[in-house]
């Protein structure tokens, strides 16, 4: 019961990651037939990020009155409702409309699970999980770069993400009892819950304390960009491809998974590394590839640099979100680090909200060509922050 679960949430995971590449891949054909300009995807994008932090600000309150089953399987549920609504709109407009439940099915189930690993599985098995969640968002471009390729529409590929989302849908909810037992017997033996339930009797720290504790400006502004890093280029590496450099569409769909294949490998290679070397150097090591796979971008080396500089932002950024993470206690103590890190990921989503519809205003009022530019200008803050937060908070490890 226990790996059959397991395996449940494994495959929760991909789902997880499989919508969150789609846009980026498909907007260079979708726009066109929208009538609108290139830096509208800005709004969509902004739209389900406004979504993803309501709901994951109110995923604790749900969780507790329906359990975490139930919201994983009602969040999955709408991300499909969302994406066939996706597949079949003819107007901008309805993009907006669908991209509600768009975002907050992703925060839900987001922000459930991870809380449900975090307190019934070992730390692994949230390091792998992350991986599964990048093999899910390497996959959607994929679909959609099949999608297109054949002919068959960026309709066709929303449509086939649509349909995988609710057979997960329909696992779920056969496997809803099972969810009840895992929790129950986690309980009886005390598997990692009473250390968080420990740390949760805390007094709560209100947010002006939060910011007021040394180091936890940088922290947010640190993750703040990562996640800006990581959402501008997945959403906007396509439509440079393709209006910059001019690469087809259907070939910047199917190298815009190359990102995100670079995360996936990433990570997995990131669990053994943390073995040698100290969450530190790997965030250092993490933002000079970034830099490095920019530049590939930026320099005129050709279409195979260009795109291979994809794979290469990917690898740089895999260790950076966990490594940000796992460092947080050794940073600000054990009995803070849930606070910290509620409000890290607050700025990761704003980052996300925020920073990709701002090129998209780049994009149209001056040039897409700026996006390398931009996300080393996004780099250089995160290396200056991060290095600010080592001074302040002395990390000895």
């Known amino acids: ?194 250390g968080n339930e420990a740390a949760n009797s805390d007094r709560d720290l209100t947010l002006r304390e939060i910011i007021s504790i040394p180091g936890a400006k940088e922290v947010m502004i640190t993750f703040f960009c990562y996640c800006a890093v990581e959402a501008t280029t997945g959403l906007w590496a396509s439509s440079y491809l393709v209006l910059n450099r001019g690469v087809d569409a259907e070939t910047a769909a199917r190298f815009g998974s190359l990102f995100y294949i670079g995360i996936t490998v990433g990570r997995a290679v990131n669990g053994f590394l943390t073995v040698k070397f100290s969450d530190k150097t790997l965030i250092r090591m993490g933002q000079s590839i970034i830099a490095i796979g920019t530049l590939a971008m930026l320099l005129p080396l050709g279409d195979a640099v260009a795109l291979s500089g994809l794979i290469i932002i990917g690898l740089g950024c895999a260790p950076v979100y966990p490594c940000v993470i796992h460092s947080t206690p050794a940073h600000f103590g054990a009995d803070k680090s849930q606070a910290v890190i509620g409000v890290q990921m607050a700025s990761a989503y704003v980052g996300t909200c925020l920073m990709p519809p701002v090129f998209g205003l780049i994009a149209e009022h001056i040039s897409v060509s700026l996006f390398p530019v931009y996300i080393l200008a996004i780099l250089v803050l995160m290396v200056m922050m991060h290095e600010k937060l080592e001074k302040k908070t002395s990390v000895q490890k």
């Not at 590449?21 to 009538?35: E, I, N, Q, R, V």
């Not at 509600?100 to 809380?115: C, M, Q, T, W």
């Not at 002919?151 to 969810?179: E, K």
């Open 1 to 194: 019961m226990f790996q059959l679960l397991l395996a449940i949430i494994y495959l929760a995971f991909i789902s997880l990651g499989l919508p969150d590449a789609l846009l980026g891949s498909a907007w260079p054909t979708m726009y066109p037939k929208f009538d609108v300009p290139v830096s509208y995807v800005g709004i969509v994008s902004m739209i389900i990020a406004f979504g993803t932090i309501i709901s994951s600000l109110q995923s604790d309150r749900l969780t507790r009155k329906l359990g975490t089953g139930k919201v994983t399987a009602i969040s999955v549920a709408m991300t499909a409702a969302a994406l066939f609504g996706f597949s079949v709109s003819h107007a901008f407009w309805m993009l907006c409309l669908w991209a509600i439940p768009y975002g907050l099915g992703a925060g839900s189930v987001d922000a459930s699970l991870n809380n449900y690993v975090a307190l019934h599985y070992t730390s692994r098995h949230m390091s792998w999980l992350h991986c599964m969640w990048g093999i899910g968002a390497a996959a959607g471009p994929y679909v959609m770069g099949y999608a297109l390729t054949g002919g068959r529409g960026w309709n066709m590929g929303y449509r086939y993400i649509a349909i995988l989302q609710v057979l997960l849908t329909m696992v779920l909810v056969v496997s809803l009892p099972m969810w009840k037992k895992r929790s129950l017997s986690s309980r009886t033996a005390g598997e990692e819950v009473s």
